[in-house]
């Protein structure tokens, strides 16, 4: 167990729908880290937040966005579904803020758009 | 052309060979090499972390840089059916920026 926990676990949406992922870090860790994976693309990075401020942005859509709260929990949020939006969405943390650090991810929330 | 190549596999060995499994990267400012091990239906696992050119062990994995070539390994000796998985190799260049990961090479086992 990483210690990271992501809910849910299973999504299944149409499209045009708009989705709430969640993630709370372990304990301590002050970094929050969003990756899709899919089949074609493997793990892609999405953004990083640190201490409730964006750190870090990689390939996130516009119709996505993400937060860290207070109490270092992230929600991913995903607008406008599309079909090519399925994918495995996982979160990770780390203690600080640069990215050479060691990663532990959660299990993953399975995003369905149908 | 993507900045980590990985060939997808997957890759059959019987129990007890040695495993090579390799990447390659094209941004020559990689300095950080990282191998991650992902089971099924769960998040991947760092398995290894080395930084710049060279060679670390641990237990029967070894990992190898070559940042001359650009060229990162893992070597898995003595394999078990517990090492099936998807290795995914990744490469950072420090700092504030996005780790980079391979798109991962499935391996199995065979007792």
């Known amino acids: 167990d990483s210690g990271v926990t992501q809910t849910p676990k299973h999504l299944i949406t149409a499209t045009g729908q708009r989705v709430t992922l969640r993630c709370s870090p372990r304990?301590?860790?002050?970094?929050v880290y969003w990756y899709q994976q899919s089949l074609d693309q493997g793990l892609q990075f999405l953004i990083q937040y640190y201490n409730g401020e964006e750190r870090a942005k990689g390939n996130i859509l516009e119709r996505f966005s993400a937060q860290q709260f207070p109490d270092l929990h992230s929600e991913l949020n995903l607008s406008s579904l599309e079909l090519g939006d399925s994918a495995l969405y996982f979160c990770a943390s780390s203690a600080g803020q640069v990215t050479n650090e060691k990663l532990f991810f959660g299990s993953g929330t399975q995003l369905s758009v149908l | 052309q993507k900045e980590v190549e990985q060939d997808p596999g997957p890759l059959s060995v019987p129990e007890g060979a040695i495993v090579s499994l390799n990447c390659t990267y094209s941004n020559s400012a990689f300095q950080y090499f990282m191998w991650y091990r992902q089971y099924s239906r769960k998040g991947p696992e760092l398995l290894m972390y080395t930084y710049s050119s060279g060679n670390k062990e641990d237990g029967r994995f070894t990992a190898q840089v070559d940042k001359s070539s650009k060229y990162i390994s893992l070597f898995i000796r003595d394999s078990q059916p517990s090492d099936s998985a998807t290795y995914l190799c990744a490469t950072d260049s420090g700092g504030y920026q996005k780790v980079t990961f391979g798109t991962g090479t499935k391996l199995q086992v065979i007792p």
């Open positions: 304990s301590g860790d002050l970094s």
